[in-house]
C-alpha cells in the first residue's frame, strides 16, 4: 500500500466531510430531544418540516429537499400515514405520488417547531446571529458550487472478474 505524506495530507480536524459531519452532529443533539419527545426519527422530522413549509409535495421533490433516498423515504410516508400525520394528495399523474400534512401533523409540527425555535434562538445568540446567517449562506453556496462540478473521476483500477470456485 503506497503511503502518503505527511505534508500534503490535510489534518483531519481540516477535512470539510468531518467538519461538516462533526458540526452536524454537535448541533443535532440539541435540537434531537424535540423530536424523539414524539416518538419521531430524525427523517421523519425532515418531512414534516419540508411539508409544513412547502405544501403538498411529491415524492421526488421530498426526497431532493429532505436528503433522503427513495426507498427510505416509502418506508417514512407509510410510517407518518400510518399515525395519521400525512395522507396521500389526488393529482392528475398517477407517476406521482403527492403527500400533505393532515391537521394531527400540523400540531405536531407546531409542537415541535416551538421547542425548535427556543433552540434555534439559543445557538444563534451563543454563535452570533449574523454569524449564524453567514454560515447558513455560506453552506447553501458551497451545496449550490458543488452541485455545478463535474462528478468525481476516480482512479481505481477496474476490478477483475471473480472467478468460479469448484463446489
Same mark, same amino acid.
Given at each position: 500500500?503506497?503511503?502518503?505524506?505527511?505534508?500534503?495530507?490535510?489534518?483531519?480536524?481540516?477535512?470539510?466531510?468531518?467538519?461538516?459531519?462533526?458540526?452536524?452532529?454537535?448541533?443535532?443533539?440539541?435540537?434531537?430531544?424535540?423530536?424523539?419527545?414524539?416518538?419521531?426519527?430524525?427523517?421523519?422530522?425532515?418531512?414534516?418540516?419540508?411539508?409544513?413549509?412547502?405544501?403538498?409535495?411529491?415524492?421526488?421533490?421530498?426526497?431532493?429537499?429532505?436528503?433522503? /433516498? @427513495? $426507498?427510505?423515504?416509502?418506508? =417514512?410516508?407509510? +410510517?407518518?400515514? !400510518? #399515525?395519521?400525520?400525512? &395522507?396521500?394528495?389526488?393529482?392528475?399523474?398517477?407517476?406521482?405520488?403527492?403527500?400533505?400534512?393532515?391537521?394531527?401533523?400540523?400540531?405536531?409540527?407546531?409542537?415541535?417547531?416551538?421547542?425548535?425555535?427556543?433552540?434555534?434562538?439559543?445557538?444563534?445568540?451563543?454563535?452570533?446571529?449574523?454569524?449564524?446567517?453567514?454560515?447558513?449562506?455560506?453552506?447553501?453556496?458551497?451545496?449550490?458550487?458543488?452541485?455545478? /462540478? @463535474? $462528478?468525481?473521476?476516480?482512479? =481505481?483500477?477496474? +476490478?477483475?472478474? !471473480? #472467478?468460479?470456485?469448484? &463446489?
Amino acid at each position: 500500500m503506497a503511503q502518503t505524506s505527511r505534508t500534503t495530507l490535510r489534518r483531519f480536524d481540516q477535512s470539510l466531510p468531518i467538519a461538516l459531519l462533526r458540526a452536524r452532529e454537535a448541533s443535532t443533539r440539541h435540537f434531537k430531544p424535540h423530536i424523539d419527545r414524539h416518538d419521531l426519527t430524525m427523517p421523519q422530522w425532515r418531512v414534516i418540516r419540508a411539508l409544513a413549509d412547502a405544501g403538498p409535495l411529491d415524492a421526488k421533490t421530498v426526497a431532493e429537499r429532505c436528503v433522503i /433516498l @427513495p $426507498p427510505s423515504l416509502t418506508r =417514512i410516508f407509510r +410510517a407518518l400515514t !400510518a #399515525r395519521g400525520l400525512t &395522507r396521500s394528495v389526488d393529482t392528475s399523474d398517477a407517476r406521482r405520488h403527492m403527500l400533505e400534512l393532515t391537521q394531527a401533523g400540523r400540531q405536531l409540527f407546531e409542537d415541535v417547531i416551538t421547542a425548535s425555535e427556543a433552540t434555534y434562538d439559543e445557538l444563534a445568540a451563543a454563535f452570533g446571529h449574523d454569524r449564524m446567517q453567514s454560515l447558513l449562506d455560506l453552506l447553501n453556496d458551497l451545496r449550490d458550487t458543488v452541485e455545478t /462540478l @463535474p $462528478p468525481p473521476q476516480l482512479d =481505481i483500477p477496474a +476490478a477483475a472478474p !471473480a #472467478r468460479k470456485t469448484a &463446489r
